[in-house]
């Protein structure tokens, strides 16, 4: 039954009615439902259009930019970049869809803090930086990979929950070298954990951050090797706790790259310094400068953006 049956059904004829609050919420239910069927069937169509190969061009999205003002439209201007260089000349249909719907909804596709298994969709939904077989991605993908997001996201919020309550006042109590190892080793590992699960994190980080300072503060000038051991345990934990490299078991081995070139410039230098740092010129160890850049010029052969792929080779190289 549609919304506007269900209110003749209820109201009839009567020019003005009276309803009670557990009609209003059911009518609110109604229609949110209604509403949530017509956009998932929305999406079904310019799914299955984009997985039969149709595009648009990106600049089609951008109508009527000269009305904007400066401000409005120096932005609208970067964005259309971000999306030239992102996805080329066009865009799957999907995709286009997706960009449109959210600027004009409060219920966006995508989250303003993915989780990690949103995120490695969103990095390839229509990049040219991966494989045609992998650049397709359905509302289904999306709805399926919050929902992982979601369950990953509230497990580790009550564990932290666990762990912190009361952690002050236990360290107070016992301050043994001993205890306070334990609790830094449960730190470092739910910082890492953390870095892994992504999301809205901000408030816990800032208090393991914290209690990790702390503790590293109090054991450095107690330890036999002056902290040198520890802080080469702080060393290999840090590395663990870029996402990147934190999630890249879950990446499959034909992303790995693609997801390495879609993080930005500052995150792309780092990995990039550290591979250099740890591996050297060791000629086994990948991805090597030749990796990526054959990975960079099939994405520019694909219609990547070229000026977009050299800033990219230049962080992960370190050029200047």
Known sequence: MGIGNFFKGLFGKRDSVTITKEQAELMQQLLAKEQLEQSMQLHAIADQRSLEGETVPVSSIFIDLDKLSPEERAKAEEVKQELLDKHGENMPVNTAHRITRDWDCEEKTWSDRPGCWEKQLRYRDGSLLYPASRRIVVIKEILEARKKDIALQEELKAKFSAFSKGKINDLKKNNTA????????????????????????????IFLEGLEKSITEVLYPVMSDKGESLKLYYSGSSLKRIPFFAQIRIIPEIEAIPMLLSEDLGTI??????????????????PNAEDIRKALDDAVERGFSKKRAGKIFSAWAGYE
């Open 269 to 286: 230098h780092k990995i990039g310094y550290m591979d250099r740092k740890a591996y050297g010129d060791n000629p086994d160890y990948r």
């Open 178 to 205: 001993d205890y306070l190892l334990k609790t830094l080793r449960e730190t470092m590992d739910m910082l890492e954990e953390m870095a892994f699960v992504e999301g809205d994190f901000a408030v816990e980080t």
